[in-house]
């Protein structure tokens, strides 16, 4: 009864708006969902940023606590592997972890129709289409939303933000509090470029794959879909967009960089697409705290947008929506211990993230490239399977399971230093070896020789592990 005597408002209605509505209204609140734009799903063509989804563990996770994890699998596709296309057209795969570990392409837009749908079927929230936040107050609870013809005002017991990147609901925060903000762009911007299927309707590349064409400095994936294309996107900086400005600069660029997937798309797309749209910028956000009072709240990109290289932007923000979830369970209907439970056990995971999202924009466009990332690759996994609970790839903890993802940082660089001592002592061992082989052929001072040498490497040896642990 207390839980239907209080009214949530909810602004954004995307991917985690649509899903904290569900869960939300699971806990009996009547629930207001506010979206600025018109109903997409009444539209033939949508039109707008993509970027195509990875869904994995976090994400599979929430959709299952509402009972959606069966339809929306259904229309995504697995991806076992990323397939890196080298300069020469030569493929190679590089498993995400153990066999039977993939993430799944899905639909951005077709994703959150599902969602919105769902929201739909429940008695308890209504949807707002249209409407644009003005105003929120975090002590009264009193909002104000514009439409095309009119003026909204509501009271609410609690305002969720999840309104994206640039959320009008965060705004409102920083004017009445204490509030850190950090927003970063990189040099580097993203565009969309669709691969058709092939002649025979299907696909034009291997399917259950990402697909990399990793070139240092910039690089190309594509992400399959059901109809038979791949959704493409180009990374690159801005300064080398900005050098695309005729067909024959852009048929060139492509001839020398990304030369087999300039067949499977057709010069005739690649010009049109490139020459047609405008390069896209990447940003970053940092902030905390992520509630006022008890009033207010924000979570997904409101709290935490991120770059895309790691694929865990919607898969973060459907886990805020099981944090949120558990800590409703847990401290019942007192938004006034929820709120502040939830800034203190997201914002360093989510500050975490953001920083892996970038490190790994390098992993995807040089370091796939690298023989000794390929030799980490192998050894995580060798170690992985030898050591299942003592010894977790870095790429496992943060897509494969809900380890937080700044114990996963804190994992990997015990994993670092543990490699590092057992390299000195390999190579120790690789000397000591040596030492005695050659003393063996010579036959003189073999004890003394032994002892001379240990004693030598032993030192170096610990001088490394010493500056190891310094590190």
Not at 47 to 64: C, D, K, P, Q, W
Not at 287 to 300: S, T
Not at 368 to 379: A, D, G, M, P, Y
């Amino acid at each position: 009864m207390e839980a239907e005597r209080k009214n949530v408002c909810i602004v954004g209605g995307g991917l985690v708006g649509s899903l904290c509505a569900c869960f939300i209204a699971k806990r009996g609140y009547k629930v207001d969902l506010f979206e600025m734009r018109q109903d997409f799903r009444a539209d033939a063509t949508v039109h707008g940023r993509s970027i195509n989804l990875a869904l994995s563990h976090r994400g599979l996770e929430a959709l299952e606590r509402v009972g959606l994890r069966e339809k929306v699998t259904k229309s995504g596709i697995p991806m076992h592997a990323r397939m890196i296309h080298s300069l020469d057209g030569k493929t190679r795969p590089i498993p995400y972890g153990r066999t039977g570990q993939f993430i799944m392409s899905v639909d951005r837009m077709g994703l959150n129709g599902v969602l919105l749908t769902e929201a739909e079927s429940q008695p308890n929230i209504t949807i707002h289409f249209g409407h644009k936040l003005v105003s929120c107050d975090p002590t009264t609870g009193e909002t104000v939303f514009s439409t095309d013809d009119s003026t909204v005002k509501r009271t609410y017991d609690l305002i969720v933000g999840c309104d994206g990147a640039f959320s009008a609901v965060r705004k409102s925060m920083m004017r009445h509090c204490r509030f850190d903000y950090e927003q970063r762009y990189i040099e580097h911007g993203y565009m969309e470029i669709a691969f058709p299927p092939s002649e025979s309707g299907g696909h034009c590349m291997a399917t259950n794959y990402l697909h990399i064409w990793p070139r240092n400095q910039f690089m190309l994936i594509a992400l399959p879909n059901l109809d038979g294309s791949f959704t493409g996107t180009m990374f690159m900086p801005f300064e080398l967009f900005d050098q695309l400005k005729s067909p024959e600069a852009v048929v060139k660029f492509y001839r020398d960089t990304f030369p087999d997937a300039l067949e499977l798309l057709g010069e005739k797309t690649v010009v049109d697409t490139i020459l047609s749209l405008k390069a896209l910028p990447l940003v970053s956000i940092r902030c905390q705290p992520y509630h006022l009072n008890d009033k207010m709240l924000i979570i997904g990109d409101a709290a935490h947008a991120m770059v895309p290289f790691y694929g865990q932007g919607m898969n973060c923000g459907f886990e805020d929506c099981i944090i949120l979830d558990d800590l409703m369970q847990q401290f019942g209907h007192d938004f006034g211990k929820v709120l502040p439970a939830f800034t203190n056990s997201r914002v360093e995971d989510a500050h975490a993230i953001v920083d892996l999202a970038l490190y790994n924009y390098i992993e995807m466009r040089q370091s796939v490239n690298s023989v000794t990332f390929l030799l980490r690759k192998k050894l995580d996994n060798a170690l992985n399977w030898l050591l299942p609970n003592h010894w977790v790839p870095l790429y496992t903890m943060v897509t494969f399971s809900r380890t937080p993802y700044s114990r996963a940082i804190t994992d990997r660089r015990w994993q670092d230093r543990v490699l590092g001592r057992l390299l000195c002592a390999a190579a120790v061992a690789a000397s000591v070896c040596a030492a005695c082989a050659a003393c063996a052929v010579h036959r003189v001072g073999v004890t003394r020789a032994l002892r001379t040498h240990w004693s030598q490497m032993a030192f170096r040896a610990s001088r490394m592990i010493e500056g190891l642990r310094k590190a």
